[in-house]
Nanobody, 115 residues
Framework: QVQLVESGGGLVQAGGSLRLSCTAS????????MGWYRQAPGKQRDMVAA???????NYADSVKGRFTISRDNAKNTVYLQMNSLKPEDTAVYYCNADVVLRRYWGQGTQVTVSS
């Protein structure tokens, strides 16, 4: 069993910044990839950014140039630096980790961006 705990969400004004973090713990042999997804009310959960163990990175088109994902393998932690936030970024942000072909999810952290 693997547990993921996110932190760093909150309420910010448009143009502001937040930094999310997520730490994995439990029965971990190898984390193949970690990433961030988000889900707004009435919408599906979509990938925001992901990073593999080989540090290959993918971003959603809507966040390119504004968000940066990074990973500290020694701490089993992934970060999401979010700059120039827009109201449309408002969502619950979920951390995920792929461990030996099995996907785990955090509980989510709310990000709200006001106009």
């Amino acid at each position: 069993q693997v547990q993921l705990v996110e932190s760093g969400g909150g309420l910010v004004q448009a143009g502001g910044s937040l930094r999310l973090s997520c730490t994995a713990s439990g029965s971990i042999f190898r984390i193949d990839a970690m990433g961030w997804y988000r889900q707004a009310p009435g919408k599906q959960r979509d990938m925001v950014a992901a990073i593999t163990s080989g540090v290959d990175i993918n971003y959603a088109d809507s966040v390119k140039g504004r968000f940066t994902i990074s990973r500290d393998n020694a701490k089993n932690t992934v970060y999401l630096q979010m700059n120039s936030l827009k109201p449309e970024d408002t969502a619950v942000y979920y951390c995920n980790a792929d461990v030996v072909l099995r996907r785990y999810w955090g509980q989510g952290t709310q990000v709200t961006v006001s106009s």
